[in-house]
């Protein structure tokens, strides 16, 4: 054995794809290898690239060499005696075939290494599970809470038992289906959706090969999402505020719902408005992120919403703050000073003055502003949108929108008053001319 050992930087012989190499080392000359004291290893060579590695103090490994790209590689293939010389040789010839094959030996053993990181449980519940966990604290709490019903009541009765793998797309077909039957188609597409992030995050932790649920999004019937009712007529929106300037409800209620038209703000951000968040003397509302209709990285991380006020505005809230003052909320409901008014204040005052669901709601007071803001005073869109605060996808308009459109929308959102002021006189529908 002393006789083979190769010079102190000695490496196996080139790696060949041909399968009928000599052996070249005994198990008795694998038992009986070792290394001089002096030197930091010896090779010992067996064929098609495999070779013995023993070091000073005895402990012996099995390698082979190979190339990809021109560069060199060596994959460990297990400590001797433990893998046996033929058990080497086994797990040579099946690495020579994946290259053979076109993938790297080392790159498929730390696939397969991540894979058994992977936690056991492949079936559809405990993988939609695991990803509703990871997603948590990136969602409302709205979201969350419509998702984990997506998949309790929906997904999991019917197929939170099968392993994941093996679910085919008839089969999330049919229980999508289901969903169908009971009309609510938006919740279907809703389901759908739910299952697909299932699915991709399934072939992200080697779960599954692919995604089924795009197999079925051209076989679920159309669904058309149903606008909040709104008025976009300007007679008959002349109308209807001056029905609102005529409410003879609480002074709480009215102010809300004379502000809503002006406004034109999310219903849930009026109503918990906050008298810190208004500086009536700069006629400004700032609105804390937190309060937006936002991600959760948005409401924690993104900036406030500012609204300016114009001149009806203020008008408005300094009459209400001898009313409210005392509180923090400005609009705080009959039983608590602590709460806002709820939901359903505002629509049943609405309905009250004889403007139902489908008249006219308070959400709708949003495409009504849209609507006739472009319309009728010729406002660009760009900066209607930014008082609405839709997202704008580009960075730098964001940026944009938080400088610049902030003069614009100043004045249109007193040209928009002096509007709606017009239009509850019943004076001609000309459209204003923006400067």
């Known amino acids: 054995v002393q006789a083979r050992f190769s010079s102190e930087n000695a490496v196996c012989c080139t790696p060949t794809t041909d399968r009928s190499y000599t052996p070249m080392l005994t198990d008795a000359q694998c038992r009986n290898a070792v290394c001089p004291p002096e030197r930091k290893q010896a090779r010992f060579p067996d064929s098609g690239g495999m070779y013995l590695q023993v070091s000073p103090a005895g402990s012996k490994r099995w ?3 190979y190339r990809v790209d021109g560069k060199e590689k060596q994959l460990a293939m297990g400590s001797y005696p433990d893998v046996s010389l033929t058990a080497a ?5 099946a690495a020579k075939l994946k290259k053979a094959a076109g993938t790297d030996p080392i790159q498929a053993r730390k696939i397969e290494k991540l894979k058994s990181t992977t936690p056991a449980a492949n079936t559809f519940k405990a993988t939609a599970l695991e990803w509703y966990a990871m997603k948590l604290d990136s969602w409302s709490s709205h979201y969350a809470i419509r998702e984990k019903r997506n998949l309790e009541k929906d997904l999991f009765p019917f197929l939170g038992d099968r392993n994941i793998a093996d679910i085919e797309a008839i ?19 809703r389901v759908q959706t739910t299952a697909g992030q299932v699915w991709r995050y399934a072939v992200a932790t080697a779960r599954a090969t692919r995604d089924v649920s795009a197999d079925i999004r051209g076989a679920l019937k159309p669904h058309h999402g149903k606008h909040f009712a709104a008025i976009t007529d300007p007679a008959k929106l ?16 009215r102010a809300a719902l004379q502000l809503a ?34 991600s959760v990285d948005g409401k924690r991380n993104g900036d406030p919403h500012l609204v300016p006020l114009s001149t009806q505005a203020v008008e408005i809230l300094r009459k209400l703050h001898p009313i409210t003052g005392h509180s923090a909320l400005c609009f705080y409901g009959e039983r608590s000073h602590d709460r806002p008014i709820s939901d359903n204040t505002l629509r049943a005052a609405l309905l009250t003055l004889g403007y139902g669901p489908d008249a006219q ?26 008082q609405l605060a839709h997202a704008v996808k580009d960075a ?3 940026a944009y929108n938080r400088t610049q459109y902030l003069k614009h929308r100043t004045v249109m959102m007193q040209q928009w008053a002096d509007y709606l002021d017009k239009l509850a006189k019943g004076a001609d529908l000309i459209p204003f001319k923006v400067a």
């Open 63 to 65: 390698f082979l060499k």
């Open 89 to 93: 040789r086994k797990a040579r010839d």
């Open 171 to 189: 089969e999330l077909l049919a229980v999508v289906r289901r969903v169908e039957e009971r009309g609510a188609l938006d919740v279907a597409h």
């Open 238 to 253: 002349g109308e209807l505020i001056r029905v609102i300037r005529g409410y003879q409800g609480g002074p709480i209620v």
């Open 261 to 294: 038209p002006l406004l034109f703000q999310r219903p849930g951000e009026l109503r918990a408005a906050a008298w810190a968040e208004f500086d009536l003397d700069a006629a400004l509302w700032t609105i804390p992120a937190a309060r937006m209709k936002r």
């Open 361 to 386: 709601s308070v959400h709708g007071f949003r495409a009504t502003a849209r609507t006739l803001l472009a319309e009728e005073l010729n406002i660009d869109p760009l900066v209607i949108e930014a």
């Open 396 to 398: 730098n308009g964001r």
